[in-house]
Nanobody
């Protein structure tokens, strides 16, 4: 079992920045992939980016160059640095992990609102 707690969401003006955090606890050693997703009102949840235990990180096209995922293994925390935010980035952002068994766990989500 892995527990995830996101923080760092809020209201920001277009062009601004936010950093989201996702603190993991529980069976930390079993985590294989950590990722960020988002869900805007009326839309399906979509992938933002992932980082693997091997250190590789991949992003979807619409955040490339603006968002950065980093991981602090000592703190069992993954971050999502979001720069040059746009109103269309408004969504609930979720942290998710996939463990070695293939099971996935989700955080409760944190709201990000970008005003124009």
């Amino acid at each position: 079992q892995v527990q995830l707690v996101e923080s760092g969401g809020g209201l920001v003006q277009a062009g601004g920045s936010l950093r989201l955090s996702c603190a993991a606890s529980g069976s930390i050693s079993s985590i294989n992939v950590m990722g960020w997703y988002r869900q805007a009102p009326g839309k399906q949840r979509e992938l933002v980016g992932v980082t693997t235990s091997g250190g590789s990180t991949n992003y979807v096209d619409f955040v490339k160059g603006r968002f950065t995922i980093s991981r602090d293994r000592a703190k069992n925390t993954v971050y999502l640095q979001m720069n040059s935010l746009k109103p269309e980035d408004t969504a609930v952002y979720y942290c998710s992990v996939i463990v070695l068994t293939g099971a996935s766990y989700w955080g409760q989500g944190t709201q990000v609102t970008v005003s124009s």
